[in-house]
Antibody, heavy 126, light 107 residues
Framework: EVQLVESGGGLVQPGGSLRLSCVAS????????MHWVRQAPGKGLVWVSR????????SYADSVKGRITISRDNAKNTLYLQMNSLRAEDTAVYYC???????????????????WGQGTLVTVSS | DIQMTQSPSSLSASVGDRVTITCRAS??????LNWYQQKPGKAPKFLIF???SLQSGVPSRFSGSGSGTDFTLTISSLQPEDFATYYC?????????FGQGTKVEIK
């Protein structure tokens, strides 16, 4: 059974730092791109960042670029999100999500997020 | 960046009703469109990829259609467990944007 379990959330002051973790099990973690998606209270889903299966490539939303770093340790089946210079607007539930690749008969690759963790709440407030 | 717009933002429906949710992309995304369902306090659940392909285990009352910029999610006969918020998401390019969500409520 595929499982993604996030941890590391909590209350942090503006300007502070936090590191989120997502432990994966039930699948070959090193074969999948992984993503972080966040959801502010009462709001919609917002993509934050992604990392290639071997960790060699990363991408970020403009709103977090320069403040957040995604990384992974394939030996530990763990995804990370290092969050620095936190702002009130970073307050959200943070989900890790697995990207799966589906190929159709034409050779197109579709990459939805097929499994999600339960989320960890980050609250930025003084 | 590609923007995704869903309509309506919310709707009220009864058990057994046919429900249709629309998602529009700000530019063509071919069929790189996914749908998710989210219930309060829970993580999103993956429903549909490639605009119309049902994920394994998803009931057949759910269907998706569309290509280019206009897409729809249809629930043919709404069941009590379907009351939730639905999100579309494009996977054509980075950033993989989500729509703002459509909340399906009980009438």
């Amino acid at each position: 059974e595929v499982q993604l379990v996030e941890s590391g959330g909590g209350l942090v002051q503006p300007g502070g730092s936090l590191r989120l973790s997502c432990v994966a099990s039930g699948f070959t973690f090193s074969r999948h791109w992984m993503h972080w998606v966040r959801q502010a209270p009462g709001k919609g889903l917002v993509w934050v960042s992604r990392i290639k299966s071997d960790g060699s490539s990363t991408s970020y939303a403009d709103s977090v670029k320069g403040r957040i770093t995604i990384s992974r340790d394939n030996a530990k089946n763990t995804l990370y999100l290092q969050m620095n210079s936190l702002r009130a607007e970073d307050t959200a539930v943070y989900y890790c999500a697995r990207e799966e690749v589906y190929d159709d008969i034409s050779g197109y690759h579709y990459t939805p997020f097929d499994y999600w963790g339960q989320g960890t709440l980050v609250t930025v407030s003084s | 960046d590609i923007q995704m717009t869903q309509s309506p933002s919310s709707l009220s429906a009864s058990v057994g009703d046919r429900v249709t949710i629309t998602c529009r992309a700000s530019q063509s995304i071919s069929t790189y469109l996914n749908w998710y369902q989210q219930k309060p306090g829970k993580a999103p659940k993956f429903l549909i990829f490639a605009a119309s392909s049902l994920q394994s285990g998803v009931p057949s009352r759910f269907s998706g259609s569309g290509s280019g910029t206009d897409f729809t999610l249809t629930i043919s006969s709404l069941q009590p467990e379907d009351f939730a918020t639905y999100y579309c998401q494009q996977s054509y390019s980075i950033p993989p944007a989500f729509g703002q969500g459509t909340k399906v409520e009980i009438k």
